[in-house]
DNA sequence: CGTGGTTTTGAGCACTCTCAAATCGTGTGG
DNA sequence: CCACACGATTTGAGAGTGCTCAAAACCACG
């Protein structure tokens, strides 16, 4: 059943997923404004905060996490180039975000986003896509945390960034992870020091090599496919890339 | 399951037994249309399928889940009375829905829906607003999920069933929970045997108290919510409460 | 009262975490 | 250009929380 719910992923709105190569109608709503650079490590705005502003990532990584108590901190989400930040939000930011590289956003005011909307009828359909999707990828991320080992968690998470590349068409099968082991255990729930073993391990077993610190060459998708757990079809060895090939292609 | 049942409602007069807040204009939709019933155990549509229809719980409980592979359950949500299912939807259900109980809930079609919402404006927000918090529901739950411990999750758990009682001006201090142990597990990300000891171990410590299979009684509220470790604030105990209404505030 | 399902309790184990140290990389200054 | 230094990552050893498997207790139902 979940190479239907998949099609979501292959229509390319998943908020971590916009194809760089067809601009959508939100995205042109940020065109003309200005872009804003962003260092590395700095805030882009804190939860709890009135939630004044939209923005387009043009350039860089960005992460979104909350804090709880005694410090833990939980990585809901990672935001690449084209990306949207702030559809789903109503009066006050749910999350903090931070830039993991130095980035480029434009920023609209959650007003003018609003009034634009409202002209342009068109764009509330797309507007709409766009929350289903944050909130498939919210659903798929529950799944993760609540029932998948440390290596299921770590191989979702390469195939993930394997398949957001391979929509951008850039899939030469390396990755960039421009974000920190320490990013990538908060985002998995896991630490960093699981992370690391598991990527060791992974690498081991052949289905990945390193490929510089921020970087990773994946050699074998099927086995990163099935070890990633994702769901419940019976996955003939033979065939699970097809099935991954079917979501990436509508 | 059958103390919903027991109560034999006229039918067609349920609008007035459904205190709480008042329904909003999205419920409005669903008052012309008729009640179906539905048995306890029984599916409302499963995961994949051509989402065909948004529903009103009328009363009873129902639980959404996904399954992924070698039959491993997430439970992604509850939902009660007052609850529409299915607005953050787009062509196909995200998850599978069942009724925990018996449950009366009426339907009405996707298509009826979106031609009603552009025909009043007034109930875009509306709709925003309901996407926006089903959103905030989902990163609350990944937090819980990421980086909360047995006992913080159960008293998260059982705070949240407490405050919707509380909005719903029922707060006798005892919460229904229509659900198995194994449902709740599933909700946690955690397993039956767990769940049950953590449950002990707060009626142990005077926290709650046992009040038949189905319900529990909420002692110290105040140790609940620091139990819950929900979030950053230092929350005396006098004011617990008071975090809890902005928090929940839209 | 039995019967079947659910929940609780118990004992042992495994996966992941914690704490600690070694190694690697990257940027800096001499 | 090299050496150094600091942070990030990896590796190791041991511990702990929650899981698994098993059995007892409980409860609703006939």
Chains 1, 2 share one sequence.
Request: charged fraction near 25%; charge should be neutral; proline fraction near 3%.
């Amino acid at each position: 059943m979940p190479q239907v719910a998949n099609f979501n992923y292959a229509e390319g709105v998943t908020s971590a997923t916009f194809p760089a190569s067809a601009p959508t109608g939100l995205q042109a709503l940020f065109q003309k404004l200005p872009v804003e650079r962003i260092a590395a490590g700095q805030s882009l705005f804190f939860e709890g905060d009135a939630a004044g502003h939209l923005f387009e990532v043009v350039e860089g990584s960005l992460r979104i996490f909350k804090i709880i108590s005694d410090g833990r901190r939980v990585i809901t989400g990672f935001l690449h180039d084209g990306d949207i930040i702030g559809v789903s939000l109503k009066s006050h930011y749910l999350y903090s975000a931070e830039a993991v590289t130095d980035i480029k956003v434009r920023r609209i005011s959650r007003r003018t986003f609003e009034t634009e909307v409202d002209k342009s009828p068109g764009l509330r359909p797309e507007v709409f896509a766009h929350l289903c999707d944050e909130m498939a990828a919210a659903q798929d991320q529950m799944v993760l945390l609540s029932r998948k080992n440390a290596e299921e968690r770590v191989c979702s998470f390469l195939l993930k960034e394997l398949l957001r590349d391979i929509d951008r068409r850039q899939s030469d099968n390396i990755i960039e992870l421009p974000m920190t082991r320490l990013d990538i255990a908060d985002y998995l729930g896991l630490t960093i020091e699981t992370v690391s073993r598991t990527m060791t391990k992974l690498a081991n077993k052949g289905v990945v090599a390193p490929a510089g610190r921020h970087s990773v060459r994946i050699v074998k998708r099927s086995a990163l496919v099935l070890l990633a757990g994702n769901d419940d079809e019976y996955v003939d060895n033979t065939v699970e890339f097809a099935s991954y090939a079917r979501r990436s292609h509508h």
